[in-house]
C-alpha cells in the first residue's frame, strides 16, 4: 500500500531541488551580471514562484546558498544575507494574494539587505549612507527590471500551463 504522504513529501523535496538547481545553474551561467552593486540576477525571475508553489520557497533558498558558495568572489556577508534576503522573500511572496504585488517583496528585500551587504563590504563605515542608498537603488533597479520585467510573464506562463494554486486577485 503506498503512502499519500510520502509521495508528498517527495514531490515537495524533488520541486525544491528542481528549483534550487536551476537557480543556481542560472546564476552561475550570467554569473557576470549576477553579482556585483549593478546586477541583474537573471535567475531572481524565479521570484515568483512562491506565488504559486510553496516548494519554491526552500528552492529559491537553497538556490541561493549555492550560487553564492559557488561565486568566483565569495562575500561570507553575501552568503549569509543575501541568501536570507532570498528566504524572506520568497516567505512574504507567498502570503501576497495579488498577482502583479508578487514581485515587489524580492525587490524590497534585495534592495535593502544586499544593499547593506555591498556597502559593508566595499566602504566600511566612512560614507556609508551615501554608499548605501546609492547600492540599494542599484540593486532595487536591477532586481524590479528582472522581477517585474521577467517575472510578470513568467507568471502568466504558469499560469496558462496549468492549473496551479489559484489565488490571485485581478
Known amino acids: 500500500m503506498k503512502d499519500y504522504y510520502s509521495d508528498k513529501k517527495i514531490a ?3 520541486k525544491a ?3 534550487a538547481a536551476l537557480y543556481a545553474a542560472i546564476t552561475l551561467i550570467f554569473a557576470p551580471i549576477s553579482f556585483g552593486a549593478v546586477q541583474f540576477r ?3 525571475v524565479m521570484t515568483v514562484l512562491p506565488f504559486f508553489f ?3 520557497i526552500p528552492g529559491l533558498f537553497i538556490g541561493c546558498i549555492i550560487s553564492n558558495l559557488l561565486s568566483s568572489n565569495i562575500v561570507v556577508l553575501d552568503v549569509i544575507f543575501g541568501s536570507l534576503a532570498t528566504l524572506l522573500a520568497a516567505i512574504c511572496t507567498y502570503k501576497i494574494k495579488v498577482k502583479w504585488l ?7 528585500f534585495n534592495a535593502i539587505i544586499i544593499g547593506v551587504v555591498i556597502t559593508v563590504s566595499s566602504v566600511g563605515e566612512n560614507g556609508f549612507a551615501a554608499a548605501f542608498i546609492a547600492n540599494m537603488l542599484s540593486v532595487g533597479a536591477g532586481e524590479l ?3 517585474y520585467g521577467l517575472g510578470i510573464p513568467l507568471m502568466i506562463a504558469v499560469e496558462r500551463i496549468g492549473n ?3 489565488k490571485a486577485i485581478e
Open 12 to 14: 515537495y523535496i524533488s
Open 17 to 19: 531541488g528542481l528549483i
Open 42 to 44: 537573471i535567475s531572481e
Open 54 to 56: 510553496p516548494e519554491a
Open 102 to 108: 508578487a514581485p515587489l517583496p524580492p525587490i524590497i
Open 145 to 147: 527590471v528582472v522581477a
Open 164 to 166: 496551479f494554486r489559484k
